[in-house]
């Protein structure tokens, strides 16, 4: 199937399911979810793989075994492209539009003490910095998991606290609900978007392999 955009429906379809999140819904819609979400996704994904890597299109149910919230069914459809340990692209559609990104969503441990010594080290921290700043006025929002505190081990008027106090790291770009979205321009627009996104995710994966 060749990609020619997200259609109006699959948004609907998510507008509707955050009104109904309930199996009888999903039943009466699932060839909408089939149709306009899972299938546009997995053209997009497979038309991006060449490139940067097979993608997994995730379940759109939840785990709510340990959850307060029983809702059964995710309420966007998400795809990610693995390069290391919780550290890839990803991109997602849902109510709101369509939304890219890349980074590490997830760093403990060794992983993470692994990450803030590249962060605190000249050279690489400094190339990070560049990262982000170059990301950031190309559109991109810098966002993460953030330590209010400083973590342990380093100094507070450290040049690169900011950096430091960062758990996870990701540029993040939203399309929203722009004309864009629902034509198969959207596949140049988030390749163009990974790629610029390249350089965090080698420097990730590079800090934390």
Excluded: C
Excluded at 146 to 172: A, C, F, N, Q, W
Aim: aromatic fraction near 10%; hydrophobic fraction near 40%; charged fraction near 30%.
């Amino acid at each position: 199937m060749e990609f020619t955009g997200f259609p109006v429906a699959a948004l609907d379809f998510y507008d509707d399911l955050e009104m109904d999140n309930t199996k009888s819904f999903w039943d009466a819609n699932k060839a909408t979810y089939d149709e306009h979400v899972k299938a546009p996704m997995v053209a997009l994904t497979d038309a991006l793989a060449p490139e940067f890597g097979a993608a997994k299109v995730f379940r759109p149910y939840r785990d709510v075994r340990f959850a307060k919230d029983k809702t059964p069914y995710k309420t966007h459809q998400g795809a990610f492209v693995g390069l290391g340990p919780a550290t890839g692209w990803y991109v997602e559609v849902a109510a709101p539009g369509v939304r890219v990104g890349a980074g590490v969503y997830e760093a403990s441990g060794e992983r993470l003490a692994a990450m803030r010594e590249a962060m605190a080290e000249e050279k690489t921290g400094k190339a990070l910095q560049r990262i982000l700043r170059d990301l950031e006025r190309g559109g991109f929002e810098i966002a993460g998991e953030r330590l209010k505190t400083v973590p342990r081990g380093y100094d507070k008027e450290h040049p690169r606290i900011e950096l430091l106090r960062m758990k996870t790291v990701l540029g993040m770009r939203s399309y929203g609900f722009e004309p864009v979205v629902h034509t198969a321009d959207l596949l140049g627009e988030i390749r163009e978007d990974w790629r610029r996104l390249r350089p965090l995710v080698n420097w990730i994966n590079n800090a934390t392999s």
